[in-house]
């Protein structure tokens, strides 16, 4: 939860964070460290405190004796005020002096000298008494006794002072010697402190750098190429690195969307050139086979007009006749081999060759025709009619007695579809065979002339749909060729 | 995303040392403070309290007799709940015994132990002392003009018979006759030096030519310088020397060294220090004699102890000297050191 708090905050707020957790951590060391140092100088300041106090001791019991000698001497009040302020003063100090019988020689002076400056300052107050008396001997013994106790008193605090300085200036190196120690302690904890900070610096600052590490990171991954084998980052934060990898790989995204769809479009537009190609081909290997076929085609067409107008001089009318349907026959072929058509002219281009059959075979196949006027206008690829209308006679009727074979032409709408339909009454075509067909197993070279499977194909290409082209038989029941053309398609 | 798992076991490592040095740091700030509380504590010094304080002043208190005779007397008071302090030592002046009294006297302890002497200053200040409502007991040397409590004697009149025994031991088996004997007084002692002497005489008769010289001992240099002129004084030295102070006996013996005449002349020293029971070790010193300075100390307290008590204390108190020599050197040592321990 805080580490999350951290990795949500603003990269100035972790910043600011990370230097205030070290300099606070370092401050605190460094505030505790000076107060304890501080204690143990004033402890080192008190190690002498006894000494001093001792010499005020000292002094007070020289000020007291000043003023008892000069009241002594002069009897003045200047001196007995200063007796008696030193006197007061002196009761205060006495106060702590110890007053008890200890094995400490300190504490036994201590109280020896205290016990003393009770007996002086009674003696000194019976001189002072005697003196107001104007007893001379006694004032005069009383001084001398107190003279005597101070003397006594000196010898002692000076005794007492040696005594204790010696002991203090052992506690006073003894606490220096301690106190060298925790100068080393302090320093050893201060460098803990520091080598904690320094890490807690590194750990604070590699977390905020991380992220940026890895982006950049990405970044130059993506730069060396193929993006779409880069993963996006992962998001560990709010902040304004979090924002930005989030950004970065909303941007991947994209450009992996973007680069699949042109590679889709690559490969449709491929797929597009090879479908063209391949229609080129048909074409070109239709044309081919029609342009070998022409080459007496032009030539018949032009020799049948010649045919025509000679039937025509002589007046024979059904020469004429035969002539010209042949005529328009071979006509068609040249003209229309490479164009879409109009269903009519494709339906004509069957009654032309139906007529030649016919005159051929002296009106042995009956032909039928059932046409929607309608659909009469409908585009359609050129010659895919009368293959289909030869195939019917080459395969399906052929082997029938003369007059009763039958090829039916039906164009009738279906839906959205205009459909065209050869049907024969001939013997039918084989399951295997239709599913060859079908299946483009069976080569243009195996059938004669524009074979079906070239009109399958074409239409094919042309409406890159199979199920355009339809066949279906039974045996002895004939062959039922169905073309649906898509309305929409057909350009109408 | 190895990369980013290594990076974060770093991390996590890293955690783990500023976590550890966390709490190296506050434990080390812990100790560091307790240090701090700790540097008050060489200041403090541990003793114990006693309801009473006596004072102990010695004739002489650098003398190693007073001493072990003041050491007795501390350890038998702290045994019996008071405690001694021997006053004027550890000063930076060296007082005289009557500024010590009188340093005790104002420094108002609850009695006085005193090494007594004849001296009417001392018997005043007993006087006062005791004006003052401070008991004091003589021991070792009496003052027997003062209002003393009690006096612990040492048995002078049969110490002087031992050494009379001893001289007659030494002229027995050196066949001298006279055997001419030096004995040293103490300046200070006055009666009890004579009380010795003349039980010395009474124990030999005429078997020994006794002699006497004084020593003054009252300060610390003058006994031995004493000691050195009596002796040159002399046309011929004596077969044995009788010391009454162990300060006389250690500056006899050193002196007997100095001048060549160990195996002729024969000391019968005073006390049991180191350096007298090293000599008769040697067979510089013939024997010594020992003060039972525990008895004495017991009597010392005792006696206060009684007095503050009931207000009554017995006037004279007595203990023995021990024979010391060469034939029982280690068995007192022995006994000594077992007191010691």
């Known amino acids: 939860m805080k580490a999350n708090f951290f990795a949500n905050m603003k990269i100035s707020r972790k910043l600011v964070a990370v230097f205030l957790i070290t300099t606070v951590i370092a401050m605190g060391v460094n505030i505790f460290i000076y107060a304890n140092l501080n204690t143990a100088l004033d402890k080192i300041n008190s190690v002498f405190s006894s000494n001093i106090s001792l010499n005020t001791l000292q002094d007070n019991l020289n000020q007291i004796h000043t003023g008892l000698t000069g009241y002594l001497e002069t009897k003045g009040t200047d001196d007995l005020e200063l007796y008696y302020a030193s006197t007061q003063n002196m009761n205060m100090l006495m106060r702590d002096l110890n007053n008890n019988v200890t094995d400490s020689s300190i504490h036994l002076a201590e109280r020896d000298i205290r016990n003393m400056l009770e007996t002086y300052l009674s003696t000194a107050d019976e001189a002072i008494q005697a003196k107001r008396g104007r007893n001379i001997d006694e004032y005069t013994a009383k001084y001398n006794e107190c003279s005597k106790i101070k003397d006594y008193l000196n010898t002692y605090i000076y005794s007492i002072n040696n005594e204790q300085f010696k002991t203090n200036s052992s506690n006073y190196s003894t606490l220096i010697n301690s106190l060298r120690y925790t100068e080393i302690m302090s320093m050893l904890i201060f460098l803990v402190a520091s080598v904690m900070n320094i890490l807690l610096i590194i750990i604070l600052t590699n977390t905020i750098t991380r992220p940026l590490t890895r982006l950049s990171a990405k970044a130059e991954e993506i730069s060396q190429g193929s993006p779409e084998n880069v993963e996006p980052l992962e998001v560990f934060s709010d902040d304004e690195v979090g924002k930005v990898t989030r950004a970065f790989n909303e941007m991947l995204a994209s450009i992996k969307d973007y680069i699949a769809r042109i590679r889709t479009q690559l490969i449709t537009q491929s797929e597009m050139k090879e479908k063209n190609l391949l229609m080129e081909t048909h074409l070109k290997d239709a044309q081919l086979k029609y342009l070998q076929s022409q080459i007496n085609p032009h030539f018949l067409f032009n020799t049948l007009n010649a045919g025509a107008q000679l039937a025509m001089m002589e007046g024979a009318d059904r020469t004429v006749e035969y002539i010209r349907n042949m005529a328009d026959f071979f006509r068609y072929n040249v003209k229309k081999s490479s164009e879409t058509v109009r269903l009519s002219e494709e339906i004509e281009l069957v009654d032309s060759y139906m007529y030649i059959l016919n005159v051929r075979f002296a009106g042995e196949i009956l032909f039928e025709k059932d046409i929607d006027e309608s659909l009469l206008d409908v585009h359609v690829p050129s010659m895919i009619i009368q293959p289909l209308v030869e195939n019917s006679i080459k395969y399906g009727i052929k082997d029938l007695e003369p007059g009763e074979g039958k090829i039916t032409l039906a164009v009738y709408r279906e839906g959205n579809c205009c459909c065209i339909r050869v049907s024969d009454n001939g013997i039918g075509t084989d399951e295997e065979i239709i599913e060859k067909i079908m299946n483009h197993e069976k080569r243009p070279s195996e059938t004669r002339g524009v074979g079906i499977t070239n009109v399958m194909a074409r239409l094919d290409l042309y409406y890159n749909n199979k199920e355009v082209f339809e066949m279906k038989s039974r045996k002895n029941e004939g062959t039922h060729v169905t073309i649906k053309i898509p309305l929409e398609d057909s350009n109408v | ?341």
């Open chain 2, 1 to 341: 995303m190895a990369k980013v798992s290594r990076s974060r076991v770093a991390v996590t490592i890293l955690a783990g040392i500023v976590l550890v040095l966390f709490f190296v740091t506050v434990a080390g700030l812990f100790y560091y403070r307790d240090i701090i509380r700790k540097l008050g504590e060489v200041q403090e010094e541990y003793y114990e309290e006693y309801p009473r304080l006596y004072a102990y002043i010695a004739e002489d208190p650098q003398s190693e007799l007073s001493n072990r005779i003041y050491k007795d007397i501390l350890e038998y008071a702290r045994e019996n709940d008071c405690y001694v302090e021997m006053t004027g030592q550890n000063l930076s002046t060296s007082y005289s015994k009557a500024d010590r009294i009188n340093i005790a006297i104002s420094s108002k302890v609850d009695g006085i132990i005193l090494e007594g002497d004849d001296s009417e200053e001392t018997a005043k200040l007993i006087d006062k002392a005791t004006a003052e409502g401070i008991p004091v007991v003589t021991v070792i040397s009496d003052c027997i003009d003062s209002s003393r409590k009690s006096f612990i004697d040492l048995n002078n009149y049969s110490l002087g018979a031992e050494y009379g025994a001893a001289l007659a031991k030494i002229g027995e088996a050196r066949r001298l006759y006279p055997l001419t004997a030096l004995i040293l007084l103490d300046r200070d002692d006055g009666n009890y030096d004579d009380i010795i002497h003349s039980a010395i005489q009474e124990s030999c008769g005429r078997s020994v030519l006794l002699t006497s010289g004084v020593v003054d001992t009252s300060t610390p240099f003058t006994s031995e310088e004493d000691v050195v002129n009596i002796l040159d004084g002399l046309d011929k030295a004596p077969d044995v020397i009788i010391c009454l102070n162990d300060r006389t006996t250690e500056s006899v013996y050193q002196c007997i060294v100095d001048k060549n005449l160990v195996g002729r002349t024969e000391i019968l020293g005073y006390y049991d220090s180191e350096t007298i029971l090293k000599a008769i070790d040697k067979g510089s010193v013939y024997a010594t004699f020992a003060i039972e300075s525990k008895t004495v100390a017991k009597q010392c307290i005792n006696a206060l102890n009684e007095y503050n008590a009931s207000g009554f204390v017995s006037e004279y108190f007595s203990s023995n000297y021990i024979r010391v020599d060469r034939n029982n050197l280690s068995e007192y040592r022995a006994e000594e050191n077992k007191n010691e321990g």
